[in-house]
């Protein structure tokens, strides 16, 4: 097990009628104005914003609105956000929605507070020096935000889609009522319930040795959210069921299954390039690239591959023969893509790729070729190359 850090600081609210509480937890953050950020409509039309607003009003706190955030969100409207929370006066930022509504809302908090253009931070041209204090009510189990140091953007020209990751951008609370994800469509369900996978997937697959203890829990996370994916194909509206994928949306990604690990991440990148120029759903992105990033690694550690086959997807052990359980364990988890309903390849994704696209993409990936991805297996330009075209 390597040395690590472990930092958790988001205060967790969860379950029914949660929400309700959002006016006492702003209070406590001694704000004095709040900027309310969210997405399209589904928060108006189920009547969350107004319950959000109410209690709000009941803390005596002064907020403004925002929404209109998209998913693979834009950084066009971080910076109208921007612009608005410096006009308003905006000191805390209450995010409702999910991963892209969070994402959005951590954004506008670093340009509050760096001096930079706020993209130079996802391009890595500077470092951030703080971020305005963020708390979510979230509204979809799948990326995390809630909990992970992280805030995913796009921008538009040259459709790029990075990231950038600090703990200045932790939420200072989540709100997390499993009731409030029954309004989804069924695709958005299991896109996020393979992004909850993928955040455990891409910290499971490491070359580290002897991580006993996050090896259990990442599996048996990945068991329970396969176990209740499958539930929620059936019944939408089973409570305990949202609520195991929603618990597990933020342990998934708050670094728990990572730690003494390092972690791949290279499904991720590619995702996002495929997200960045073609706006996909990020979830259904992941299920498309995963088996082909699995079969062109898997040698680097066959019994890794074995490991996760047999205690995470119940295929038979077979000491004999490793590798064949390796390569079964990646169908079964393709076959458990399949059932829910989510891509296992980019035409299934609805795109016809053309091999101009999968060059340009594979270099953004590597900065033109200056860099490699995956901690797993270290990839170039070559190697995405390789596996975006096994995966179209
Ligand atoms: O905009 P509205 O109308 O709210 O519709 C949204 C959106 O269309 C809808 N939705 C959300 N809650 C709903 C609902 N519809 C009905 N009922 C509800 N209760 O769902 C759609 C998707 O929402 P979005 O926020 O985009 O989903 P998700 O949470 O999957 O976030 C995806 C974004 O997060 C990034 C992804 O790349 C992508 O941009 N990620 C962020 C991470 C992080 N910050 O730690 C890590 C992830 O790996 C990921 O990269
Ligand atoms: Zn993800």
Redesign the pocket.
């Known amino acids: 097990m390597r040395n690590f850090r472990f930092y958790a600081p988001t205060k967790v609210v969860f379950g029914k009628d949660t929400e309700s509480k959002v006016g006492g937890l702003v209070k406590e953050q001694n704000c004095k104005k709040v900027l309310v950020h969210?997405?399209?409509?589904?928060?108006k039309?189920?009547g969350?914003l107004d319950r959000i607003y109410d209690s709000l009003k009941e803390a005596g706190i002064d907020y403004v609105s925002l929404g209109g955030?998209?998913?693979?969100?834009r950084l066009s409207k971080v910076y109208e956000g921007i612009e608005l929370c410096k006009k308003e006066g905006v000191d805390f930022i209450l995010a409702v929605?999910?991963?892209?509504?969070?994402?959005s809302g951590?954004a506008i908090g670093y340009g509050m507070v760096n001096d930079c253009d706020v993209w130079d931070l996802y391009e890595r041209k500077a470092q951030p020096k703080g971020c305005l204090p963020i708390g979510a009510v979230l509204?979809?189990?799948?990326?995390?935000?809630e909990m992970?140091?992280?805030?995913?953007i796009?921008k538009e020209e040259g459709e790029l889609?990075r990231?950038c990751n600090n703990d200045f951008a932790r939420c200072k609370f989540a709100i997390m009522n499993p009731e409030?994800?029954?309004?989804?469509?069924q695709y958005?369900t299991q896109?996020?319930c393979t992004?909850i996978l993928?955040?455990t997937m891409e910290r499971y697959f490491t070359t580290v040795k002897n991580t006993e203890l996050t090896d259990s829990i990442g599996e048996a996370l990945m068991k329970t959210v396969i176990h209740n994916a499958k539930i929620l194909m059936k019944e939408p509206e089973n409570y305990d069921a949202r609520a195991e994928v929603m618990w597990a949306s933020s342990i998934s990604?708050n670094d728990l299954t990572g730690c003494g690990t390092i972690g791949d991440w290279a499904s991720?990148q590619i995702?996002?390039e495929l997200?960045g120029m073609f706006d996909v759903?990020?979830?259904a992105g992941l299920a498309a690239v995963w088996g082909s990033w699995a079969r062109y690694v898997y040698k680097t550690d066959v019994n890794r591959f074995a490991k996760f086959a047999v205690n995470v997807l119940n295929v038979p052990n077979n000491f004999s023969n490793p590798e064949r359980v390796a390569l079964e364990g990646i169908e079964a988890m393709e076959n458990f893509y399949r059932e829910i309903g989510m891509p296992t390849s980019i035409k299934e994704l609805g795109i016809n790729i053309t091999d101009e696209q999968i060059s340009e993409m594979a270099q953004k990936c590597t900065h033109d070729n200056t860099i490699t991805i995956g901690g797993f297996q270290k990839l170039n330009k070559e190697d995405v190359e390789k596996i975006f075209q096994a995966a179209r």
Not at 38 to 43: L, M
Not at 139 to 145: L, Q
């Open positions: 969210y997405g399209g409509n589904s928060a039309k189920s969350l955030v998209v998913p693979n969100p929605g999910g991963g892209s509504v969070i994402d951590k509204t979809i189990a799948a990326a995390g935000s992970s140091n992280s805030s995913v796009t889609k990231s409030l994800t029954y309004t989804l469509p958005q896109s996020g992004d993928m955040h990604h991720h995702e996002h997200g759903a990020h979830g």
